[in-house]
Structures are given as structure tokens and as C-alpha cells.
């Protein structure tokens, strides 16, 4: 992922500044209590209000202004304790109500901060404002070769929308912002981050200048849906962007959309000012305040979050720095090892949870959730090489059984008889019988080839099938050869 971009007039600095919009998670939706559950039928999910009929009055539902608290707090921000909902006018056939509920000048909440790792290392990218708004409906133009549809269940659910500086610096660094937000907002249940739901969807803010100038003129790339399509887009929009300033071009301020089948971004129309909106507080809604003490609250409940885990992870059970942030980036996952980890090994446990169960998850596609692996069956197994019952080696074919169909790692290796052999009788049967098989190596060996010890633990394993406790297969084959 390239942060700079080689001209002939010189190097370009890319500046990305993002505005993701995070639908709340609530069962109602932000004013009405109709409910925002996915994939229902068209128009089965539409009060009066989100179908603007005249007369019919918003009501704000609490739990959405609590979960904009918490996310606030999670992203170390202020917490304004009073706001104001504005009406954000303009027409569109999927917004009956003919002006969007927003906050403008008063969001709930203001400035915070959030520490990514990317490509680039560890880095700071501040966060100028969240503030709550409604969602509008969906126009459908395919349906039918001369008639638009439009679906009102979306209109009215509430969103967050969280707007960053413009602290970014390349397609990766964005990437980074957009995972780490939406793993901080799983943690705290404030947003399920679906994106191809549409839970979390992004515009991308895009500039380039000469490193050390002021800020260029910047294009806005709209309602961007994967975290792959907001670094194609960023890339193909900081290249077009020097290419025009290049040949002595300026840069015209517009919305542009991103083509996922070409890659390409083009323009939409040209960028409108806050005062087209005609912005004005909504007389329907008070404004919204609440008390500190509301607040502390909320804060002492929440849980612990990503970062703090990472730290915790790496401090007390002496994980790498890497193996901490993989970890740590999914809720589900942090529990799970979590689960795994107590009581036993917690670097063992981690390398088994990154390495083969990530490894095994990746190979056939499937989640955390839908596997037949979990904490119990995994411990076990790491139990039963912890007491040497069985070798490292069994075990990772004891693990792809219990990743095919389930079932204990217990009855696994006693079914198949997959126990470590430690009885020394019976590895000294073992180590005599291969010695006798290669009796000119062993000469070779005693007159100096030390090479060739190697070459006897390895007959000795193959002939156990895998079964031989390797480090007393090393003990007693030392005697054996020196005597
Ligand atoms: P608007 O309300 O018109 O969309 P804002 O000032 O709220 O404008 O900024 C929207 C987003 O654009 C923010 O995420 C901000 O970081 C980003 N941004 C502002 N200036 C630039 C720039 N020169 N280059 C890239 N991003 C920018
Ligand atoms: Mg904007």
C-alpha cells in the first residue's frame, strides 16, 4: 500500500479524512417505535412517522442516545450534555419527510481519538464529531423497465455518524481506521459493523499536496460499502488527483462515486455547501440534555475494550505484540481464547487459536461461530499435550478431526489409540529395531557423523507413527549410541 505517490513534479502526500456512517444498534428505529430488524419485506416496517404523515410527532428512543454515549466514551471523546437535533432539508423521493433529522452545529458528541496499527506503525487519528441522525429509505430503479419503488423500511433507523480528521495518510491507514472503529463499537454492542448489510457504510474524503503544504482541495467519494472498495477508491482517486494537478489542472470540489466493477471513481455532482441545506433546529424535538452523572454511569458500565485487552494480553500472559492485536481485533475471538486460556498455557493456547485455528477457519471459509471447535474441545487437546499424553505432532491431526466432525480430543486419541509412547520398554524395542535395520549408519556414527542422530529420532518417530515421546526417543537413543 503505497503512502506517497512519485511525480514528475515531485512526491505527493495522499490526506483521506472519513465520515462512516454506523446504523445503532436498536430494535426501534431512532423516533418511532417501528422495528429496524434486517431483511424484511418492502414497507412492513414503517410507522406514521417514518412514512412522514402530517401531524405525527418524533420521539427520541433513549437507547439510541445511550449507545451514541458509549461509543463517544469508547473513543475517548467528549460528551456534549446538551445538543440539538436540526433539519437537514432536501428533496429526495426516499425521504418523505422532505428534510433529514440531523445534528449540525451540536452533535452529541465531540472530539476523541483512536490508535490504529498499520503498515505505518502505531498512530493517533483524531475524531472531530459524532452526531445522531436518521436513515433515509431505499429507491429501487430494477424492479421493474418503467416504475421506481420505493422501501421505507430503512427510513427512520438511527445512525452515527462518525467524522474523522483528516489524519490519514494512505489506503491502509484508512483500512485500519474503519476496522479498529468497528471493532471498538462490537465490543461495546453500539454497532454490529455488517457492512454488507449496510450497518456501516463510509464516504471517503480524498486530497493530495507537495509534503509540508497546506491542505488541496479535497473530493468526497460516497456511500462506499467494503473496506477493500474504500482502498481501491482512495488509490484511484489520489493517482487521478496528480495526474490533473500535474498538467497545471485544478482539482474542482465534488461528490464522486466509486464503479466496483471498473475501480474507478467518477463525479456525481458538484460539492454542495451546509447553507444549501437550509439547516434549522427541529421545532418537534427538544433540545437533548442529560446530566454528568448520566454519563459516569454509562462509562462505569462499559466493557473492556480492545486496547486495554491487547495490553492486558501482553503484560500479564506474556503475548507478542502481533499475536495480541489478532487476538484482540474480534470480540468473539478475545472471549474465546480467553476461555481457552484459562488455567492453561497462554502462549501454547494463543499460537493454537492463531495458527491452526485461524489457519483451519481461513482454509474452508467458515467463522469462529459455525465451527465444530470450541473452548472445552480445544482445551482438552491442549491439555493432553500439556501432561505429554499425546505429541504436538498427534495433535494437529487430532485437531482436523475435531474440526471435521466435532467430538472430544479425549475419545479422539483413545478410539485411535494415538496416546505418546513414554514406557521406555517399549521404545527401546523401537530404537533396537531401527538401529539393527542400519547398522553401517550406527558405524558411521560412532566414528563421527554426528550428523546422523537427527536420522535416527526421525526412523524411530516414523516407525512409532508419530507416537514416540520425542524428547525420551532423544535420551534413550544418546545411551543407546554411545555405548
Ligand atoms: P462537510 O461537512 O462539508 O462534509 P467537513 O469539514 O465536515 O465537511 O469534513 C468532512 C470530512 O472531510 C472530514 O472527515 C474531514 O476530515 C475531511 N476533510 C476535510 N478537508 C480535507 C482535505 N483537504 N482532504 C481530505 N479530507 C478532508
Ligand atoms: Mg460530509
Same mark, same amino acid.
Given at each position: 500500500m503505497? *503512502?506517497?505517490?512519485?511525480?514528475? %513534479?515531485?512526491?505527493?502526500? /495522499?490526506v483521506?479524512?472519513?465520515?462512516?456512517?454506523?446504523?445503532?444498534?436498536?430494535?426501534?428505529?431512532l423516533?418511532?417505535?417501528?422495528s429496524?430488524a434486517?431483511?424484511a419485506?418492502?414497507?412492513?416496517q414503517?410507522?406514521?412517522?417514518?412514512?412522514a404523515?402530517?401531524?405525527m410527532?418524533p +420521539?427520541i428512543?433513549?437507547h439510541?442516545?445511550r449507545?451514541?454515549?458509549?461509543t463517544?466514551?469508547g473513543?475517548?471523546?467528549?460528551?456534549? #450534555?446538551?445538543?440539538?437535533?436540526?433539519?437537514?432539508?432536501y428533496?429526495?423521493?426516499?425521504?418523505?419527510?422532505g428534510?433529514q433529522?440531523?445534528q449540525?452545529?451540536?452533535p452529541?458528541?465531540?472530539?476523541? %481519538?483512536?490508535?490504529i +496499527? @498499520?503498515?505505518?506503525g502505531?498512530?493517533?487519528i483524531?475524531i472531530e464529531?459524532?452526531h445522531?441522525?436518521?436513515d433515509?429509505g431505499?429507491?429501487?430503479?430494477?424492479?421493474?423497465p418503467?416504475? @421506481?419503488f420505493?422501501?421505507l423500511?430503512?427510513?427512520?433507523?438511527?445512525?452515527?455518524?462518525?467524522v474523522?480528521k483528516p489524519?490519514m495518510?494512505s489506503?491502509?491507514?484508512?483500512a485500519?481506521?474503519?476496522r479498529k472503529?468497528?471493532?471498538?463499537?462490537r465490543?461495546?454492542?453500539?454497532c454490529?459493523?455488517?457492512m454488507?448489510?449496510?450497518?456501516?457504510r463510509c464516504d471517503v474524503?480524498v486530497?493530495?499536496?507537495k509534503i509540508g503544504e497546506e491542505?488541496?482541495?479535497?473530493?468526497e467519494?460516497?456511500n462506499?460499502n467494503? /473496506?477493500r472498495?474504500?482502498?481501491q477508491a482512495i488509490?484511484?482517486?489520489s493517482?487521478?488527483q496528480?495526474?490533473l494537478l500535474?498538467?497545471?489542472?485544478?482539482?474542482?470540489?465534488e461528490?464522486?462515486?466509486?464503479d466496483?466493477s471498473?475501480?474507478?471513481t467518477r463525479?456525481?455532482?458538484s460539492?454542495?455547501?451546509?447553507?444549501?441545506y437550509?439547516?434549522?433546529p427541529?421545532?418537534?424535538l427538544?433540545?437533548l440534555?442529560?446530566?454528568?452523572?448520566?454519563?459516569?454511569?454509562i462509562?462505569?458500565?462499559?466493557p473492556?475494550?480492545?486496547?486495554?485487552k491487547r495490553?492486558r494480553f501482553?503484560a500479564?500472559?506474556?503475548?507478542s505484540a502481533?499475536? *495480541?492485536d489478532t487476538?484482540v481485533?474480534?470480540?468473539?475471538?478475545a472471549?474465546?481464547?480467553?476461555?481457552?486460556?484459562?488455567?492453561?498455557?497462554?502462549?501454547?493456547?494463543a499460537?493454537?487459536v492463531i495458527?491452526?485455528?485461524?489457519g483451519?477457519?481461513?482454509?474452508?471459509?467458515i467463522? #469462529?461461530?459455525?465451527s465444530?471447535?470450541d473452548?472445552?474441545?480445544l482445551g482438552s487437546?491442549?491439555?493432553?499435550i500439556?501432561?505429554?499424553?499425546? @505429541?504436538g505432532r498427534?495433535?494437529?491431526d487430532?485437531?482436523?478431526?475435531?474440526?471435521?466432525?466435532g467430538?472430544?480430543?479425549n @475419545?479422539?486419541?483413545?478410539?485411535?489409540g #494415538?496416546r505418546?509412547?513414554?514406557?521406555?520398554?517399549?521404545?527401546?524395542d523401537l530404537i533396537?529395531?531401527?538401529?539393527?535395520?542400519?547398522?553401517d549408519?550406527?558405524?558411521?556414527?560412532?566414528e563421527?557423523?554426528d550428523k546422523l542422530?537427527?536420522?535416527?529420532v526421525?526412523?524411530?518417530?516414523?516407525r512409532?507413527q508419530g507416537?514416540?515421546?520425542?524428547?525420551?526417543?532423544?535420551?534413550?537413543?544418546?545411551?543407546?549410541l554411545?555405548?
Amino acid at each position: 500500500m503505497k *503512502a506517497l505517490i512519485e511525480g514528475q %513534479t515531485g512526491t505527493w502526500e /495522499i490526506v483521506i479524512g472519513l465520515e462512516v456512517h454506523a446504523q445503532v444498534s436498536s430494535e426501534s428505529k431512532l423516533f418511532s417505535g417501528a422495528s429496524t430488524a434486517f431483511g424484511a419485506k418492502p414497507n412492513t416496517q414503517v410507522s406514521l412517522i417514518d412514512a412522514a404523515m402530517p401531524g405525527m410527532l418524533p +420521539v427520541i428512543n433513549q437507547h439510541c442516545v445511550r449507545q451514541a454515549i458509549k461509543t463517544g466514551l469508547g473513543i475517548n471523546a467528549t460528551v456534549n #450534555l446538551k445538543s440539538v437535533f436540526d433539519r437537514k432539508n432536501y428533496f429526495y423521493p426516499d425521504l418523505p419527510q422532505g428534510y433529514q433529522i440531523s445534528q449540525y452545529k451540536h452533535p452529541i458528541i465531540g472530539e476523541g %481519538t483512536l490508535t490504529i +496499527v @498499520s503498515e505505518e506503525g502505531e498512530k493517533e487519528i483524531g475524531i472531530e464529531r459524532i452526531h445522531l441522525e436518521q436513515d433515509a429509505g431505499k429507491s429501487m430503479h430494477d424492479q421493474h423497465p418503467s416504475k @421506481s419503488f420505493i422501501d421505507l423500511n430503512r427510513s427512520g433507523v438511527a445512525l452515527m455518524e462518525i467524522v474523522s480528521k483528516p489524519d490519514m495518510r494512505s489506503a491502509g491507514e484508512a483500512a485500519a481506521y474503519i476496522r479498529k472503529l468497528r471493532s471498538i463499537m462490537r465490543y461495546l454492542g453500539t454497532c454490529d459493523g455488517n457492512m454488507q448489510e449496510g450497518s456501516l457504510r463510509c464516504d471517503v474524503n480524498v486530497s493530495v499536496r507537495k509534503i509540508g503544504e497546506e491542505l488541496g482541495t479535497r473530493c468526497e467519494i460516497k456511500n462506499v460499502n467494503s /473496506i477493500r472498495f474504500v482502498q481501491q477508491a482512495i488509490d484511484y482517486e489520489s493517482r487521478r488527483q496528480v495526474e490533473l494537478l500535474e498538467t497545471g489542472d485544478s482539482i474542482d470540489q465534488e461528490t464522486r462515486l466509486f464503479d466496483a466493477s471498473t475501480g474507478q471513481t467518477r463525479s456525481m455532482r458538484s460539492k454542495e455547501e451546509a447553507h444549501d441545506y437550509r439547516y434549522f433546529p427541529d421545532p418537534d424535538l427538544l433540545p437533548l440534555e442529560f446530566s454528568q452523572n448520566y454519563v459516569d454511569e454509562i462509562k462505569a458500565e462499559l466493557p473492556e475494550l480492545p486496547d486495554h485487552k491487547r495490553d492486558r494480553f501482553i503484560a500479564e500472559f506474556g503475548l507478542s505484540a502481533e499475536d *495480541a492485536d489478532t487476538l484482540v481485533e474480534e470480540k468473539a475471538t478475545a472471549e474465546f481464547y480467553e476461555e481457552l486460556s484459562n488455567g492453561r498455557d497462554k502462549k501454547l493456547a494463543a499460537n493454537w487459536v492463531i495458527t491452526e485455528l485461524f489457519g483451519a477457519l481461513n482454509k474452508s471459509g467458515i467463522g #469462529l461461530r459455525e465451527s465444530k471447535v470450541d473452548a472445552h474441545n480445544l482445551g482438552s487437546l491442549i491439555d493432553l499435550i500439556s501432561d505429554g499424553t499425546i @505429541s504436538g505432532r498427534i495433535a494437529k491431526d487430532v485437531f482436523g478431526e475435531i474440526f471435521e466432525s466435532g467430538g472430544s480430543a479425549n @475419545s479422539i486419541v483413545e478410539r485411535k489409540g #494415538l496416546r505418546q509412547i513414554s514406557d521406555s520398554g517399549q521404545l527401546t524395542d523401537l530404537i533396537d529395531a531401527v538401529l539393527s535395520e542400519n547398522q553401517d549408519k550406527v558405524t558411521e556414527f560412532r566414528e563421527g557423523k554426528d550428523k546422523l542422530f537427527g536420522f535416527f529420532v526421525g526412523q524411530v518417530m516414523k516407525r512409532s507413527q508419530g507416537q514416540a515421546n520425542p524428547k525420551l526417543v532423544n535420551e534413550l537413543l544418546k545411551e543407546k549410541l554411545a555405548g
